[in-house]
């Protein structure tokens, strides 16, 4: 890892936190991506509760063993199901994943 010389300022430590980031002291924009990884921002995708049962019905499992499967909750699953409460992050990417690829979402944790 390289350290780069920021040079005196109020900040002191933080400078040379910023510049070990690859944020040059005093730039004032985020830290640059470390290499090997993106910045992804993509679009949110809604997921409604018809979709849920629907990819659930695809890949052909009961409730139970759908949760059990992709490791949820079979109450949430049914909560998601029933529209009392919204799949949000990583599960709701899930989901999705399972929605439209139903056969590659289950040969991926198998």
Request: hydrophobic share 35%; net charge positive; aromatic share 4%.
């Given at each position: ?13 933080k ?7 690859g ?8 830290p ?8 992804c921002?993509g679009?949110r ?8 049962k629907?990819?659930r019905?695809?890949v ?7 949760a ?5 909750s079979?109450a949430?699953?049914?909560?998601w199901?029933n ?9 709701r ?5 399972i ?6 979402a289950?040969?991926a944790?198998?």
């Amino acid at each position: 890892m390289e350290v780069m010389q920021t040079g005196s300022s109020f900040r002191g430590e933080k400078d040379e936190q910023a510049s070990i980031r690859g944020n040059p002291a005093g730039s004032g924009g985020s830290p640059r991506p470390r290499p090997g990884r993106s910045v992804c921002r993509g679009a949110r995708v809604a997921v409604k509760p018809a979709d849920i049962k629907t990819a659930r019905q695809r890949v052909g499992l009961s409730r139970e063993a759908f949760a059990r499967t992709f490791g949820l909750s079979p109450a949430t699953l049914r909560k998601w199901e029933n529209g009392e409460r919204e799949p949000t992050g990583a599960a709701r990417i899930l989901l999705t994943i399972i929605s439209r690829e139903p056969e590659a979402a289950l040969r991926a944790i198998r």
